[in-house]
């Protein structure tokens, strides 16, 4: 099992930066591909980016892409999803979520967080 918890959502304004953790705790962290997911008012929930266990590997959304950066630091057993240039549509709720195995863009995760809430103002 691997809990997850989620933090450093917050109110911005348009263009800002904002830094999303995901910090992890249970039995072990090793070999787990990590991922951000998000879910708009309304909408479905849709991916946002993901990363290998080694960090070699990542995938994003191509919504974010060149504006989001997802890394991890295994010592730390936490996840970062740096946000810049920060939009109103990237307002949602932020998941962090686990799985064994791959990267992958599907909801394929076996563990996910509670999210935190990102509110970008116009």
């Known amino acids: 099992q691997v809990q997850l918890v989620e933090s450093g959502g917050g109110l911005v304004q348009a263009g800002d930066s904002l830094k999303l953790s995901c910090a992890a705790s249970g039995r072990t962290f090793t070999g787990y591909s990590m991922a951000w997911f998000r879910q708009a008012p309304g909408k479905e929930r849709e991916f946002v980016a993901t990363?290998?266990?080694?960090?070699?590997?990542?995938l994003y959304a191509d919504y974010v892409e060149g504006r989001f950066t997802i890394s991890r630091d295994n010592a730390k057993k936490t996840v970062y999803l740096h946000m810049n240039s920060l939009k109103p549509e990237d307002t949602a709720v932020y998941y962090c979520a686990a799985r064994i195995g791959g990267i992958t863009r599907s909801s394929r995760y076996d563990f996910w967080g509670l999210g935190t809430q990102v509110f970008v103002s116009s």
């Open positions: 990363i290998s266990w080694s960090g070699g590997g990542t």
